[in-house]
């Protein structure tokens, strides 16, 4: 207790606020940086516990302490040391005077945690390009989702096994990231968890070692009791697989989902993923098994607007025909509307301005109440965009039709 006495005491030689300044002198410097990583710890130990709560209070120190290192690990180090010190007190009117500190830096110190998760994949990635892997690494320790997390872990494992000399600290990270997704206790999040690490290793070529990390991941999904629950798992897992290019593992996950909702949703964006990956027949009849006439427009729409960036115009014409009839065939009326305004707005993507224009045609045609009409406003937005004076000609039909009626 005596030297951290001693070595606290050093690190406030001068002003406090200096120590986050650059010294000119090298041992004056080497004494600030020390006391930059060392000062909190050393309060701690030495039972100065008035002069930590003190220093951790004064949103001062806080903020130097964030500039100087952006990952807050060590901050939170310091906020650490301050709930220990909170209750440390040898008597209770003691430990009831210091329960306040304890609540604002374990409030503090998990939003600081939290807010690592907000760092994405990218950012990982670029400090890896820089060779800062040691920063990476300070980063990845504080996320909080285990997802993200065991994403981050196998990107930095995928970056050190490029490099011959380090290719045991790799395994390990690999061996790290599995046992953090391993461990998850929410069922889904382990299932998401495996999902991305199985995606990873596939995409590294390491099949061997994925296969039955994505077997691990259909059994925890399929453990799952909750029906709803179970479904998204499921359907994460197929997504999961169609981005690794394992088509018919994916459509078999994907036709395990007993909730045709659900089983409609996870085959409409299968149908998706092949027709971007160009397998077009195998896209064309996933789409039409689907029994939902929605997520089936919006499969064969997906399927369509493909065709069509690859240029094959007279594969995607009966294509569009059909995800427009089927669009149009809706009975609810907003899922309706919902489905025609994506059609639309998939067309001018591609710059079909005669297949919007005849879609409006068709679905004006169709409307029997005013309900219905006010509805496919919408639609009449996709002609708007490309010939504005065509808005005004809309409001001026409307403003006649209630003039009509109030008259």
């Known amino acids: 207790m005596y030297w951290h006495d001693r070595l606290a005491t050093w690190c406030e030689r001068g002003l406090l606020e200096q120590i986050w ?58 906020l650490d040391y301050g ?27 998990c939003s600081l945690r939290s807010r690592a998760d907000q760092y994405p994949l990218e950012l990982f990635q670029l400090l890896l390009a820089l060779n800062r892997e040691q920063e990476a690494l300070g980063y990845a320790e504080w996320l909080t989702d285990p997802v993200h997390k065991v994403a981050v872990f196998q990107t930095i494992a995928e970056h050190l096994a490029r490099q011959a000399t380090r290719r045991a600290e790799s395994q390990q990270l690999s061996l790290r990231a599995y046992k953090i997704a391993h461990s998850t206790t929410d069922s889904y999040q382990q299932v998401l968890a495996l ?93 039409y098994s689907i029994t939902d006439s929605y997520q089936q427009a919006q499969g064969l729409q997906a399927l ?56 409006v045609q068709r679905s004006w045609l169709q409307v029997e109440t005013r309900e219905s009409a006010f509805q496919n406003f919408s639609l009449a937005l996709g002609i708007i965009s490309l010939k504005p004076e065509m808005g005004y000609i809309l409001y001026e039909a409307f403003q006649s039709v209630n003039t009509f009626l109030h008259n």
């Open 195 to 287: 999902g991305v690490l199985a995606s990873a290793l596939a995409e590294a070529q390491r099949w061997e070692q994925a296969e039955p990390i994505w077997k691990q991941a259909e059994q925890v999904a399929c453990s799952i009791t909750e029906s709803n629950q179970q479904a998204w798992a499921l359907q994460a897992l197929a997504g999961s697989l169609a981005n690794a290019q394992r088509w018919e593992q994916a459509e078999q996950v994907a036709r395990s989902i007993t909730d045709i909702d659900q089983q409609a949703w996870a085959l409409q964006a299968l149908a998706g993923a092949l027709a971007k990956a160009q397998r077009w027949e195998q896209a064309e009849q996933v789409a």
């Open 83 to 109: 709930r220990r010190a909170a209750c440390g007190s040898e008597t209770f009117e003691e430990g009831l005077n210091a329960l306040p500190h304890l609540w604002r830096y374990t409030l503090l110190r």
């Open 21 to 78: 300044q650059d010294a000119k002198e090298s041992s004056e410097q080497e004494r600030r940086i020390y006391a930059r990583h060392h000062y909190i710890a050393h309060l701690y130990y030495a039972h100065r516990w008035s002069d930590l709560f003190e220093i951790l209070d004064k949103g001062t120190y806080g903020l130097a302490k964030e500039r100087y290192d952006i990952s807050t690990r060590s901050y939170i180090q310091d």
């Open 304 to 359: 369509a607007s493909a065709l069509v960036q690859a240029q094959r115009w007279e594969q995607a014409e009966p294509i569009w025909k059909q995800a427009t009839q089927v669009a149009c065939s809706i009975t609810d009326s907003d899922q309706q509307s919902q489905a025609l305004q994506d059609l639309v707005r998939a067309l001018l993507k591609i710059g079909d301005y005669k297949g919007v224009l005849g879609l």
